[in-house]
């Protein structure tokens, strides 16, 4: 090992991992260290080309903090995340599909009873959601914990914003009978946030920064894999290109527009609003 | 591109990458995309080790600082840095082999003429540089600008230190007849920074940190290529296991020690000191 060059680096620094004392931990550098050097060998990687790669990773580390994590948009708008959902979320044909997690959720969302007002102020339509927690076999599934979030029909998670209230965000349980419902706000498209070197390279690219307009699950129960998904709102203009490939097909579904009157919770409203009828299947756990 | 799971992520996102406007970032991205896809199906990542991925990263952009780049440290640990290294600098046989650039270098180094002491107060035993820069075919280089830098007696660089004086760093010019000489410290190994994520990285790995004991060289000359690299001392113990894979066999050259007395320059020492002779053969630039 004294006599390195292109041809036999690799193999020497795998030798070095030789005695690492966690395979597991063994098994995944290897597979990282041989990929990365096939890239840089694949594209003959040139030292400016390194060296641009080292300030634009410096840059993305500087930028993330508490409130802002930009290597997670970074994996989340290279597909890894939306890889790696999947991989860890085979289901039978028939369960809810499970979509990337996303950098929005916050815990201690707060505790709410269905047919609630979730929205707490958040600007947008009214809209009612209801639907039904099963298993794979139609048994309904009472008492799931149900988290869901969103942002407002400006684009902005209540995270974004500079005061630190709860907004379009919140924590219920499913009825005896499997069943839930809510009023919060329409869903709206947004970009990601795009003023870091995660947006210049969707710029470089030739990418744009947009997600279709989805509202965000995550439902817990015992006995049944945790669900983490959204719901996409059938007809959005981003479906076919979501920044950070979270669409799958079995998550679309219709928002119905209604004009002002009857609403879904029994209430007159002097408003338009929409309703969304979406049901879960989970998954057992094994 | 509504349906995105696990088998059709990857072509998915080289799709989007279809109007990229910059064709060699399309290319790098392509192998970029693949390669880290391919590396998270072939390990089957987890969401936790994807997790524990990202905590990796942010603490290294944390660390990271005008004064220390654990990126940089990263990749040279993962033996990237010497595979774009070597990959940038294939020369014809003969010629003097070049090594990793290290984070160690800096702009500003003292001007010393041929002769002078540049250790400035380095801790270290003396020690008597010498050699002589040629073409391929032999022919003296004069006046190369020879930039030299290393670590003194206890591992560390000028850099590193408190203070902000230059020393063991200089920069000098090569006599007519290609000939250098001057006096500087004897170098010694020393470990990589390894207080932060990448020596935990290395720690987990069963790996050390150190780096054999070698003097650096950067010598730039009209009409030839520029020669980063460096001389490794012979004997080291860690010459097989160098943290950051830069060894090449044609590198290493003897120290050799000397009782106290006459010295190189002519004058009477009364500690020991030691001698290092070592020629540069450097590649026309095409």
Not at 193 to 219: E, N, S
Not at 263 to 271: E, S, V
Request: charged share 25%; glycine share 8%.
């Amino acid at each position: 090992m004294r006599n390195l060059d292109e041809h036999t680096i690799t193999e020497a620094v795998l030798a070095r991992h030789g005695d690492a004392p966690d395979p597991r931990l063994k098994e995944v550098m290897t597979s990282l260290v041989r990929h990365l050097h096939a890239f840089a060998r694949e594209v003959q990687l040139t030292e400016a080309e390194w060296e641009a790669g080292i300030r634009f990773l410096t840059e993305v580390g500087h930028l993330t903090d508490a409130k802002r994590q930009e290597f997670i948009l970074l994996s989340d708008t290279l597909g890894l995340s939306m890889l790696v959902t999947a991989m860890a979320n085979r289901k039978p044909a028939g369960c809810t599909e499970a979509t990337v997690f996303g950098p929005f959720f916050v815990e201690g969302a707060p505790v709410h009873h269905n047919g609630d007002d979730v929205a707490n102020g958040a600007s947008g339509e009214p809209c009612f959601v209801s639907g039904r927690i099963t298993g794979l076999d139609g048994e309904p599934v009472p008492n799931a914990e149900i988290e869901v979030w969103q942002a407002d029909s400006e684009g902005f998670y209540d995270v974004q914003r500079e005061d630190a209230s709860h907004r379009a965000r919140a924590r219920l349980h499913s009825l005896p009978d499997g069943r839930y419902h809510f009023r919060s706000i329409v869903a709206e498209p947004y970009p990601i946030p795009h003023d870091g070197p995660v947006g210049k390279m969707l710029a470089a690219l030739g990418r744009h920064p947009w997600r279709p307009a989805h509202l965000h699950f995550m439902i817990t129960a015992p006995g049944y894999e945790r669900l983490v998904t959204h719901v996409f709102r059938d007809g959005d203009r981003y479906l076919d290109s979501d920044a950070v490939f979270g669409v799958r097909s079995s998550l679309i579904a219709q928002w119905i527009h209604h004009g002002k009157g009857a609403a879904p919770d029994g209430t007159h409203l002097d408003t338009p609003f929409s309703t969304l009828e979406f049901d879960f299947v989970l998954n057992r756990s094994s």
